[in-house]
């Protein structure tokens, strides 16, 4: 099976080692240490230039979105500052930089200093969510959990949520530092809290290749 086939399937892709030791470097530099459940990121000069298709997680992105490009950047650091755990859940919110009248996008909010929005459901069926591993990760310290193919499902209501990954492949997202692991925007995931007292780093970025209908743009 094709690495795209497996993705179109699974909702997921592992590229274990994929991310180099120069490009780790730079994404701590640019997450810092982190003391919030998540740190939204600017998408500055360098933080783009670590993405891009010249160096190691752009090539990996390229391989299953040629023309996708990265749209939002969160940090997160578990520790024994900051731990937290989330129950089973979809993100099917994109961060733009102004609220506008658009048909077909809605739930309205401003935080972390933008403003944020649910879209139609046929762009985030397009997107990626990428985990780049700063850290190793395991069930000890608060690994996400993912229900394989759950993506099928469409927008799931939060009562349902569990009850729906349920049906599905549970699949414990243990990882090294430097994979990187690719998601289908809508996958239902999960995460407990970390049991031990080092960092668990690890990297979000969501990816797109869908151009928002003007006069939005992404944040």
């Known amino acids: 099976m094709s690495i795209r086939d497996l993705f179109e399937t699974e909702g997921r892709v592992w590229f274990r080692g994929a991310v180099s030791k120069e490009d780790l470097r730079v994404l701590e530099d640019v997450a ?3 003391l919030k459940a998540g740190q939204r990121l600017d998408m500055s000069e360098k933080l783009r230039d670590c993405l ?3 160096r190691s997680i752009g090539r990996v992105i390229a ?3 040629p023309d996708a490009k990265p749209v939002r950047a969160v940090s997160f650091n578990k520790s024994q500052q900051t731990n937290w755990g989330v129950p089973w859940h979809q993100d099917r919110v994109i961060a733009v930089r102004s609220r506008e009248n658009v048909s077909g996008f809605g739930n309205w909010s401003f935080k972390a200093g ?3 929005c649910e879209p139609p ?3 985030l069926e397009t997107m990626l969510f990428v985990r780049i591993h ?3 990760t395991d069930c000890d310290n608060g690994s996400m959990s993912i229900a394989l193919g759950s993506h099928m499902e469409g927008a799931v209501r939060s009562g349902q949520a569990e009850e729906i990954a349920q049906k599905y492949e549970i699949e414990t997202c243990e990882a090294k530092r430097g994979d990187l692991l690719v998601l289908k925007m809508l996958t239902l995931h999960a995460s407990g809290p970390s049991r031990l007292q080092t960092n668990r780093r690890v990297l ?3 990816f797109s290749s869908f151009e928002l209908p003007k006069p939005m743009c992404w944040l």
């Open 63 to 65: 391989q299953i979105d």
């Open 32 to 34: 810092g240490t982190g």
């Open 52 to 54: 891009s298709i010249e």
């Open 121 to 123: 459901l046929d762009l």
């Open 134 to 136: 700063l850290d190793d």
């Open 204 to 206: 979000r970025v969501d």
């Open 114 to 116: 933008g403003w944020h």
